[in-house]
């Protein structure tokens, strides 16, 4: 299986970062894609890589949350320093989040458009934040329509209207903790979406699955996301594991 979506250089991880990975890769895990937040945790993602070169994968970009009036451009400019300084898997996390703060949606848009035009020019694929912004990210997509313009939809928790959307738009689901939670909503039409358009991922330390729900979440509990699934499509867990290890690695092709 693949996480491709966790924080594990958060702080939450400080105390106990190379037991949770070990737990991972003890349960199957075989590789983690890290997403950037902004620059002040790059130092500690980049770190965490290079010290399992081998299963741990960091993307670049700007988290809409940290899309700040006064910082924003700089914080777009040492991204692309990154980019055109290495490779990496995926430009992400990036897209636009109206739960915190609608005040600064014009800045959110100027950066997500910006990291999607780098996402095309370089052909990598985007990995999508978006929280109480469905319309609006989709008119961003819509608008900046490309064939090279892919990527996940990261922790999907819209519609099945807005799930088949984005699948039309070249993009998979990001599914996570959410598919096991009462209220969740996702899981009674995720069946409806094939499987090959999704892919796992734990967000952690956010959003643990149940039985875990409300304490810090770590990537070895995947494996409980993939058993919602086999309740769901009603296939084997070996299915589920080889599926979404696939699509993946095809999402992130290049590295």
């Known amino acids: 299986m693949i996480d491709t979506h966790t924080h594990l250089y958060a702080e939450e ?4 970062r190379k037991e949770a990975i070990q737990r991972a890769l003890d349960k199957g895990i075989t590789a983690f894609y890290l997403p950037a937040i902004d620059s002040e945790s790059h130092e500690k993602m ?10 741990i994968f960091s993307m670049m970009g700007l988290h809409p949350c940290y899309v700040k009036p006064e ?7 040492i991204v692309k320093n990154y980019l055109d300084q290495r490779s990496f898997p995926a430009i992400g996390e990036i897209g636009i989040d109206l739960y915190w703060d609608k005040t600064t949606l014009d800045i959110q ?5 910006q990291q999607i035009d ?5 052909d990598l ?3 999508i934040h978006t929280r109480e912004s469905f319309d ?11 064939p090279k313009l892919r990527g996940i939809f990261h922790c999907f928790s819209g519609n099945l209207e807005q799930a088949k959307r984005a699948i039309d738009l070249n993009f998979i689901l990001g599914i996570g903790g959410v598919v096991t939670f009462k209220n969740g909503k996702i899981d009674q039409f995720l069946h409806e979406i094939p499987l090959d358009k999704i892919v796992l991922e734990t967000d952690s330390p956010y959003l643990a699955p149940v039985p875990h729900r409300g304490k810090r979440n770590e990537s070895s509990y995947l494996d409980l996301v993939a058993g919602k699934l086999v309740d769901l499509y009603k296939v084997d867990f070996s299915e589920i594991d080889s599926i979404t290890t696939e699509n993946a690695k095809k999402i ?4």
């Open 252 to 255: 992130f092709v290049q590295h």
């Open 136 to 146: 609006e990210t989709f008119e961003v997509l819509e608008r900046k329509k490309h």
């Open 118 to 122: 780098w996402a095309i020019e370089k």
């Open 71 to 77: 910082s924003w451009e700089k914080e777009l400019e």
């Open 125 to 127: 694929p985007i990995v």
């Open 13 to 16: 991880f400080d105390e106990d």
């Open 46 to 55: 980049l770190q965490l890589e290079a010290e399992y070169p081998q299963s």
């Open 109 to 113: 848009v100027k950066a997500f458009e």
